[in-house]
């Protein structure tokens, strides 16, 4: 039986902290995940249309082997300022790669598509995100608050507003695995229009309300619900309107190309908590974070385990941002708690 970490967020995995910053008048902000250490890292891009900064250097093959921070943004492409926001507060504190003499932060970013829900985008010359990425940094702690914040601030899915959510793992071996998702996609994260999550199975408690699968299932939850066919948007589809991007971190000790594996495995749970995931119009991303506090290296069979509760924790971490959802001015769409069924 799965467990969860003391604090049920990513931040168990010892060595990581989160930072959020959020602009309610925008409906958007940033979320970054800072690494105590020089962290070894990698990532995984199954969506059609991401929104990326610094993923090259994370393929196994490639040279630099850690990074320093890893941002999620909402905001777009203009969202990828927000990586040079964090990217300055580590310099400030001398954190970075040495490179012929300078400290070089690593800070792979990526963005999720919250320009159309209702907020005020007109900021003028310069897009808001660098400075809301240096706040951002700035406020990481082991605490924070999932829902209506950081990334997730201006998040929606397919009904419903969407969110940050987190959640965290411990195996039996004392592994801890950790996740963290902005939840934007256009697809749905509940049975039809009912309040059942689709990720119920993998559910540990009531930590996103412990109400299962709906019985029987509704013939409603076989339909491709989409973000985009909601009266709100009209049936226009928009290339890019959309995305959950998201983080799997463990304290295990693991290799780049390990690492790699382990946001490949950390997708299923994007399929097992979203329908439909990983299309056309979804920027879909895992970032993998090992940050090796524990000093425990894996055998296969722990590997194994490792990935399939890599799946299970991202699903749970991905229902909990949008059951944690708050209302705000302007909405377009409400949230799950006043879903009445």
Known sequence: MFRTGPRNLIT???????????????????????????????????GGAPGTRETDLLEPHNSVDVVHAVVLSGGSAFGLDAASGVQAALRERGI?????????????????????????????????????GYEA??????????????????????????????ASTLLDNGVIIGALAAVNPTG?????????????PFEIGDEFGGLGYPSPMPDE?????????????????????????????????????AAKRLAMSAHDGFVRAIWP???PADGDLVFALATGTSGIELSADA???????????????????????????????????????
Not at 25 to 36: A, E, H, M, Q, W
Not at 142 to 154: E, K, P, R, S, V
Not at 188 to 200: K, N, P
Request: charged content about 20%; proline content about 3%; some cysteine.
């Open 12 to 46: 168990d995995v010892a060595g990581l902290r989160v930072g959020n910053a959020s602009d309610a008048r925008l409906k958007s902000g940033v979320t970054t995940v800072l690494c105590d250490a020089s962290t070894v890292a990698g990532v995984q891009i199954l």
């Open 96 to 132: 970075g790669l040495e490179v012929g003499g300078f400290r070089v932060p690593i800070v792979p970013s990526a963005i999720l598509f919250d320009l159309r829900n209702g907020g005020d985008k007109d900021w003028g010359r310069y897009p808001p995100y660098r400075e809301l």
């Open 137 to 166: 940094a700035q406020t990481a702690t082991a605490d924070f608050q999932l829902g209506t914040i950081g990334a997730g601030t201006g998040a929606l899915t397919s009904g419903l507003k969407g969110g940050l959510g987190s």
């Open 188 to 200: 749905s994260v509940t049975t039809g229009r009912t309040r059942h999550f689709w990720a119920a």
């Open 221 to 257: 939850a076989k339909r491709i619900l989409l973000k985009y066919r909601d009266k709100h948007f009209g049936r226009q589809t928009e290339t890019g309107g959309n995305t959950t991007i998201a983080v799997i971190a463990t304290d295990a000790v693991l290799t780049k190309a």
């Open 277 to 279: 995931t990983h299309t």
């Open 303 to 341: 590997a194994i385990d490792l990935c399939a509760a890599a799946g299970a924790t991202m699903a749970r971490a991905i229902s909990r941002g949008v059951y944690a959802a708050t209302p705000a001015e302007n909405d377009l769409f409400p949230v799950w708690s006043s879903r009445m069924k």
